[in-house]
């Protein structure tokens, strides 16, 4: 395996196994495993698993497809994150939920935003993010690249002029603990890590209607390589399961991707958390 590796690569690797020898290690046999995953992967078996979990939470994943290959046909930055089953997702629950609220915690560059003021044209959806000029916004997700974080904030804007049904405010989503307004459906695509999303699905919990849902992006159920408070934790899925144990919620995993590079290795494999909550 080394071998194959670019020069630049390859001195990456030698560099680590200089500073970090234990890191080193972990990773060469996570490389290692994650390519034998790779050649056994068979992925009908996990689209087969996928359309299962959706029929049980009576949600019709082929029916999605085409509403959002009919929606990315139309609008052609959709295409650009197609091989994330949120897209899906989302689109198999505007056809079964009366949805008329929608909070999204994490806005990004609005792709999702518009996507979902689109499959749910009739909502009114209050979407989040941090300030530009807070230090955690500029600092994470490659962001430290000036170009890249004026390129980021400028398609988001002129995605949000798109559509007035979507109301962007800029703050930091632990402020929804002093929030009063209910919603139909909430996706949270924060920061994934100790302590944020764990105060962001308590205050989901919170702020959802009785028979609405509540959708967890990225989550991890096997310890990941690296773990950071922003993007590669088990904080999302332990919170959860946490709130199942004292029957305080029900949730399903579905698949975050099916492409075998993305969901072959259980160690780099992502979830999305479909919630809903057992009480008033």
């Given at each position: 395996?080394?071998?194959?590796?670019?020069l630049f690569r390859k001195i990456f690797f030698l560099r680590q196994a200089i500073i970090n020898p234990t890191y080193f290690v972990?990773?060469?046999?996570?490389?290692?495993?994650?390519?034998?995953?790779?050649?056994?992967?068979?992925?009908?078996?996990?689209?087969?698993?996928?359309?299962?979990?959706?029929?049980?939470?009576?949600?019709?994943?082929?029916?999605?497809?085409?509403?959002?290959?009919?929606?990315?046909?139309?609008?052609?930055?959709?295409?650009?994150?197609?091989?994330?089953?949120?897209?899906?997702?989302?689109?198999?629950?505007?056809?079964?939920?009366?949805?008329?609220?929608?909070?999204?915690?994490?806005?990004?560059?609005?792709?999702?935003?518009?996507?979902?003021?689109?499959?749910?044209?009739?909502?009114?959806?209050?979407?989040?993010?941090?300030?530009?000029?807070?230090?955690?916004?500029?600092?994470?997700?490659?962001?430290?690249?000036?170009?890249?974080?004026?390129?980021?904030?400028?398609?988001?804007?002129?995605?949000?002029?798109?559509?007035?049904?979507?109301?962007?405010?800029?703050?930091?989503?632990?402020?929804?603990?002093?929030?009063?307004?209910?919603?139909?459906?909430?996706?949270?695509?924060?920061?994934?890590?100790?302590?944020?999303?764990?105060?962001?699905?308590?205050?989901?919990?919170?702020?959802?209607?009785?028979?609405?849902?509540?959708?967890?992006?990225?989550?991890?159920?096997?310890?990941?390589?690296?773990?950071?408070?922003?993007?590669?934790?088990?904080?999302?899925?332990?919170?959860?399961?946490?709130?199942?144990?004292?029957?305080?919620?029900?949730?399903?995993?579905?698949?975050?991707?099916?492409?075998?590079?993305?969901?072959?290795?259980?160690?780099?494999?992502?979830?999305?958390a479909f919630v809903k909550k057992n009480y008033e």
């Amino acid at each position: 395996m080394f071998f194959m590796l670019s020069l630049f690569r390859k001195i990456f690797f030698l560099r680590q196994a200089i500073i970090n020898p234990t890191y080193f290690v972990k990773k060469i046999k996570f490389e290692i495993n994650n390519l034998i995953a790779k050649k056994k992967y068979k992925k009908e078996l996990f689209i087969e698993k996928q359309n299962y979990l959706y029929e049980q939470n009576n949600l019709n994943r082929n029916s999605a497809i085409k509403i959002f290959f009919d929606l990315s046909n139309k609008y052609e930055f959709l295409k650009s994150t197609s091989s994330s089953e949120h897209q899906i997702l989302l689109s198999a629950i505007s056809e079964k939920q009366n949805i008329k609220s929608i909070l999204e915690i994490g806005t990004y560059d609005a792709t999702n935003s518009f996507l979902i003021s689109k499959l749910f044209p009739n909502s009114n959806i209050d979407t989040i993010d941090l300030p530009d000029d807070d230090e955690i916004f500029k600092n994470s997700y490659g962001r430290e690249n000036i170009k890249k974080l004026n390129k980021l904030i400028d398609t988001r804007n002129n995605i949000l002029k798109k559509n007035t049904s979507i109301n962007f405010s800029q703050r930091n989503s632990v402020s929804l603990t002093a929030e009063k307004k209910k919603y139909d459906l909430i996706w949270i695509d924060g920061a994934h890590g100790y302590p944020v999303v764990t105060i962001d699905i308590i205050n989901s919990l919170k702020l959802i209607n009785s028979h609405g849902v509540i959708l967890c992006d990225d989550v991890w159920i096997d310890k990941p390589l690296v773990q950071d408070e922003m993007y590669n934790s088990l904080a999302s899925y332990e919170t959860l399961q946490q709130l199942k144990t004292n029957n305080l919620i029900n949730f399903s995993l579905f698949y975050k991707r099916l492409d075998m590079k993305n969901n072959s290795y259980k160690y780099k494999r992502k979830y999305i958390a479909f919630v809903k909550k057992n009480y008033e």
